[in-house]
Each structure stands twice: as C-alpha cells, then as structure tokens.
C-alpha cells in the first residue's frame, strides 16, 4: 500500500513541485556568489585587486564570519580569485557620495558556487551553506534630531543602508509594517527600553525564526552606539554592542555579529564529522503541496547528502537521510530554518526502521 502510495505521489510530485516553486520567491542560492565592488578603473591591475575584494566578500558570506582563523584559511584561495571566477562585467554604481556626485565604477564578479565550495572546504573553511533563515529586525533609531521605529515608510535611506549590510552578509531582512497591528503592540519606548516580551509578542505575526532588535543612538557628531539582541527560533538569545564614527559602520558591524553567531553556531555543529543516516518523521503534512514543500527542503539542507522517503500514513512523512556532519548539525539547521517544529523525542515502534526517529512538525 505504500508503495503505492509513493508511486502515486511521485508521478504527480513534478507538477507540484514546479506550481510550489514558482509560486514562492526566495533568496537564490547563487546570489551568495555574487558581488560587487568598487574599482579604480578597468586596467588588468584594478580589475585583479577588485577580484580579491570580491571573494573576500562571497568568503565572509559563505562563513558568516572573517575571524583570524578564516582569514589564514581563505589565504590560498585569494591568492588566485580568477581560478574561481565565473563571469564579470562593469556597471556604474549610481549611488551619490556626500557631495552628491556618482561614486565611480563597480565590478560585478559571480563566482563558480561548485568548485569555490570544494576548493573552500578542502581549506578547511567552515561553510554556512545555503540555509539562510529571514531575520526580522525591530529598530529604534535615535540620530539625535528624532526617535523613530525603523518600518512604515520611516527611515527609508536607514533602511536602505541596513539592506545593503545584510547583502553583504548573505541575511535576508524583514522589516515590520508598523501597521496598526503593529503600533498597538509595539512602541518606540518598548524597543528602546529593552521590553522584549511585547516585541516578541509581535513578531508571532511575522513567522521569522530569527529576531534582532537594535537599539541605536547618535552621540556626537562622528560617534554611534548600538545595543543589538538576537533570539533565534524562540530559544537561544544573545547580546551584544557596537559603535563607530557613523551610521553604516555601527549597523554593518551589527550585522557581522548576528550573521557570526547563527554561522557560529553551525560550525560548532560540525564538530561532530560523522556520515551516517538519520530516520526523520514529519507531521502536519496533508497536501501534495506540503510533501513537495518538505521534500524540497530535506533536500536541499547542506548537512543532507540524500533524502529517501520511507514511509506516509496518517499525515506523517517517514524519511532516512543520509547526513553528513551528524546529527547536531542538523538539528541546527533545521531549527534556524523555520519550516520545521521539533517534536518531544519518543521511541517509535512504527518507524521505518527500529530505533530512535527524529521528529517534527510542519508548520502552518
């Protein structure tokens, strides 16, 4: 009867597939080796300068980090960036410096993602992989003339420059609506004051498994402060603080450090280099669309080498993945990811295989 089932799931999972994807827009995987940067000119010198830029870029990216270790270890690689280099091209970056007068030329360098990740992990860089969960980012914003919530319309060039961090850095930023539903939960003060309860209580709406609130002031004429916290997936929070003489530098900074520690914590997982197979069992599927939803993910997590269903009945999905990592990686990623809940750990006696099975919940 599984078998069956399964063929028939299959013979239809095309279609399915296809509808899911193109229906749902996401951050493409290859935009993490992309970038751009200034260049002086298009001599073979500027462009050769540029390039080492350019990977020092997508490396901190694909890291989460630019620590001395990563530093040591990407040396080989930024020794010779055209090894790696797939395409280029110039464009003129049309942003306006303080005079108001165009910033000069960009090169535009993608990267070959395959054989940049192998000459990576054969340097023994401790890749972060695609599994870039949305971080929703709760802003207050003291510049000294006004106090505002970053959202609603407020704060635009902020918001701009805030994005062009989080680019860098390979997050994908949501910044709330600051609708009514917003304000009547959400005040300048409760962010400011740290009431992070009422903040934690609005972002539910949202559904983002990452959320950061920053607290930033103005205290002079070239000095900032900031107050950032980060709590991932209702569980861990971390604190931090940064400053600088400006605006992007404070929120640049601030971001490196929340992309550093949801990197962070993935290469602590990766401690554990075991290659081995993990039964996995997913509840709350009930659609076609919600087994090519969860199929896709399994598969497409870094830690995943292979993702085999096994089993469906009762709207369970019963899988055996092939996991490279072990099994603390991912977790992790899965629980900075979003799509799946975890359930209480229980001895299955129905599971595919006997033993311990792993499982979760599809979220609404």
Do not use: C
Not at 37 to 43: H, L, N
Not at 235 to 245: F, L, R, S
Not at 266 to 289: E, K, P, S
Not at 290 to 306: E, Q
């Amino acid at each position: 009867m599984v078998r069956m089932i399964l063929k028939a799931l299959r013979a239809r999972l095309l279609l399915v597939g296809l509808l899911v994807l193109a229906a749902v827009p996401a951050l493409a995987a290859d935009a993490l080796f992309e970038a751009r940067v200034p260049v002086a000119d298009r001599s073979v010198a500027a462009r050769e300068a540029a390039q080492r830029e350019a990977l020092a870029q997508v490396l901190t990216r694909l890291t989460g980090e630019r620590g001395p270790a990563q530093v040591e270890a990407s040396a080989a690689l930024l020794a010779d960036p055209g090894r790696y280099m797939q395409q280029y091209s110039y464009e003129t970056d049309t942003r306006m410096d303080a005079g108001g007068d165009a910033r000069g030329l960009l090169l535009r360098v993608v990267f070959d993602s395959a054989a940049l990740e192998a000459a990576a992990r054969r340097a023994g860089l401790p890749l972060w992989g695609a599994e870039r969960p949305p971080v929703l980012i709760w802003l207050a914003l003291d510049d000294g003339d006004r106090r505002y919530l970053l959202g609603g319309g407020a704060g635009e060039s902020v918001e701009d420059t805030l994005q062009a961090a989080a680019r860098r850095r390979g997050l994908t930023l949501i910044v709330p609506l600051l609708d009514l539903e917003d304000q009547a939960q959400v005040r300048y003060s409760d962010v400011r004051g740290g009431f992070l309860e009422r903040v934690y209580a609005a972002s539910a709406r949202y559904q983002a498994p990452v959320v950061l609130v920053a607290r930033v002031q103005r205290l002079g004429a070239a000095a900032w402060t900031s107050r950032w916290t980060q709590r991932v997936a209702a569980g861990d929070e971390a604190n931090w603080q940064t400053g600088g003489a400006d605006l992007q530098t404070v929120l640049d900074a601030g971001l490196g450090q929340a992309a550093e520690r949801l990197a962070g914590g993935l290469a602590a997982a990766r401690g554990d280099r075991r290659h081995g197979q993990v039964d996995l069992a997913v509840a709350g599927v009930t659609t076609l669309a919600d087994y090519a939803r969860v199929s896709d993910y399994l598969n497409g997590l870094a830690p995943v080498a292979a993702a085999q269903l096994t089993g469906v009945r009762d709207g369970r999905l019963d899988y055996r993945l092939d996991v490279e990592g072990g099994v603390a990686m991912l977790e992790y990623v899965i629980r900075i990811g979003g799509l799946l809940e975890r359930l209480p750990e229980r001895t299955d006696a129905a599971a595919t295989t006997p033993g311990q099975t792993i499982h979760y919940r599809l979220r609404p």
